[in-house]
Structure formats: structure tokens, C-alpha cells
């Protein structure tokens, strides 16, 4: 069984920086697809950002330049450094990871459904 645990978010004002982290615990593969996704209420959950366990990054365009995902396999844990923030950011943000599979191929990250593994949430507000 894995867990993930996030930590990080909270509220900042616009143009301020916050870090998310999530660690991973259990039976943990070292071939993954780990990410971001977000959710407001009363819209789908939306992908962020992803990394491969080779360190392959993708993003939408909405946090491109702004947010970097990045992860220490070491101690099985995933970042999000999210800088410029905008109100649209203000979110609950979600770690996910799927493991012996890899962010491209045959697997979709952008469809939450294909994550088996998810964190409990984490807010983040920003303020204008």
C-alpha cells in the first residue's frame, strides 16, 4: 500500500511564492508518473504538472514559468515551487503518482482517473 502525504500551501498575496510537498510511503516502484493536479469547487480536478522517475517534466499552460515540479527519489518525495502566484491559482492541490509506468506511452497524466495513488489535498489561496 502507498501513502502520500502532502505538506505545504496556505495563503499568500499575489506575486508571492509557496511550496507544496509530498511524500511517498510503502511498496514504492521506482519507475513512476507523479504530479499535481487542482480542484475548486464545482469544476473538474485539473493537472498541473508532471514528472517522470527519468525527471521528464510537462505543465499546462496556465503554470508554465511560474510553478516547477521537481522530486528527490531519494526520499520519495515530489515539490511543487509555485512562484507569481495569481488568484486563479487558489486551489486544493492534490498529489498523485502511478507506479511501472512512466508520464507518456500508453498513460495519460492528465486524466485523474489514471492515478491510482492520491494525497489528502492541500489549500492554497492567494489573494489579490
Known amino acids: 500500500q502507498v501513502q502520500l502525504v502532502e505538506s505545504g500551501g496556505g495563503s499568500v498575496q499575489a506575486g508571492g511564492s509557496l511550496g507544496l510537498s509530498c511524500a511517498a510511503s510503502?511498496?514504492?516502484?521506482?519507475?513512476?508518473?507523479m504530479g499535481w493536479f487542482r480542484q475548486v469547487p464545482g469544476k473538474e480536478r485539473e493537472g498541473v504538472a508532471f514528472i517522470d522517475s527519468d525527471g521528464s517534466t510537462t505543465y499546462t499552460d496556465y503554470v508554465k514559468g511560474r510553478f516547477t515540479i521537481s522530486q528527490d527519489n531519494a526520499k520519495n518525495t515530489l515539490y511543487l515551487q509555485m512562484n507569481s502566484l495569481k488568484p486563479e491559482d487558489t486551489a486544493i492541490y492534490y498529489c498523485?503518482?502511478?507506479?511501472?509506468?512512466?508520464?507518456?506511452?500508453?498513460?495519460?497524466?492528465?486524466?485523474?482517473?489514471?492515478?491510482?495513488?492520491w494525497g489528502q489535498g492541500t489549500q492554497v489561496t492567494v489573494s489579490s
Open positions: 498523485a503518482a502511478e507506479y511501472r509506468t512512466y508520464c507518456s506511452g500508453g498513460f495519460n497524466p492528465w486524466v485523474p482517473e489514471g492515478f491510482g495513488h
Open positions: 510503502g511498496y514504492v516502484y521506482s519507475t513512476h508518473c
